[in-house]
């Protein structure tokens, strides 16, 4: 079973910035895209970041500019940079990675909240 921890997550000001961190409990040569999805109160789960074992990424139209996503293998983590955070920013964050081992599973992490205040 893979897990994924993340951190980061808090209360900031509008304006302000954030990172948040992710670790896989699994190789990173088994995972083949990593990110971040969010869900704010009363909507649905949206794509924030991926980011590719290659190193491509995509990103939401909403966040292009203002949020950067990185990857560390040695460190089996992904980076999320999110800085000019808005107050529509605020959403449970939760990491997310397609692992191939023996199939293509998703897995998700618990999420970790972002609060930006007015």
């Known amino acids: 079973q893979v897990q994924l921890v993340e951190s980061g997550g808090g209360l900031v000001q509008s304006g302000g910035s954030l990172r948040l961190s992710c670790v896989a409990s699994?190789?990173?040569?088994?995972?083949?895209?990593m990110g971040w999805y969010r869900q704010a109160p009363g909507k649905q789960r949206e794509l924030v970041a991926v980011i590719t074992s290659g190193g491509s990424a995509n990103f939401a139209d909403s966040v292009k500019g203002r949020f950067t996503i990185s990857r560390d293998n040695a460190k089996n983590t992904v980076y999320l940079q999110m800085n000019s955070l808005k107050p529509e920013d605020t959403a449970v964050y939760s990491c997310?990675?397609?692992?191939?081992?023996?199939?293509?599973?998703?897995?998700w992490g618990k999420g970790t909240l972002v609060t930006v205040s007015s």
């Open positions: 699994v190789s990173p040569d088994s995972i083949q895209t």
């Open positions: 997310y990675a397609f692992v191939v081992i023996n199939r293509a599973v998703d897995y």
